[in-house]
Nanobody
Framework: QVQLVESGGGLVQPAGSLRLSCAASGFTFSSIFMGWYRQAPGKERELVATITSAGSTNYGDSVKGRFTISRDNAKNMVYLQMSSLKPEDTAVYYC??????????WGRGTQVTVSS
């Protein structure tokens, strides 16, 4: 059974940093694409960052240069290091994967609030 569990969200001040983690299980993690997405109140879910099994990364325009996605295949973990946070980064952040089928799986999300 595929499971994705996010953690690391919270309240942070503008210009601060936060690291999100996503623990994955139930599939061959090292061979699978992983991604972070976010959804702010009243807005559609949007791409934050993705990372392939080979380590190639892609970022949404609004986070380029501020966020970094990484993965640890030995631990079945994917991370999102967020820096220079802005109030507009406030959202629920979701971990996503697509496995053979194709089947798409989402975690339950973790809330990030950027506010002074």
């Amino acid at each position: 059974q595929v499971q994705l569990v996010e953690s690391g969200g919270g309240l942070v001040q503008p210009a601060g940093s936060l690291r999100l983690s996503c623990a994955a299980s139930g599939f061959t993690f090292s061979s699978i694409f992983m991604g972070w997405y976010r959804q702010a109140p009243g807005k559609e879910r949007e791409l934050v960052a993705t990372i392939t099994s080979a380590g190639s990364t892609n970022y949404g325009d609004s986070v380029k240069g501020r966020f970094t996605i990484s993965r640890d295949n030995a631990k079945n973990m994917v991370y999102l290091q967020m820096s220079s946070l802005k109030p507009e980064d406030t959202a629920v952040y979701y971990c996503k994967t697509v496995v053979a089928g194709p089947y798409t799986y989402w975690g339950r999300g973790t809330q990030v609030t950027v506010s002074s």
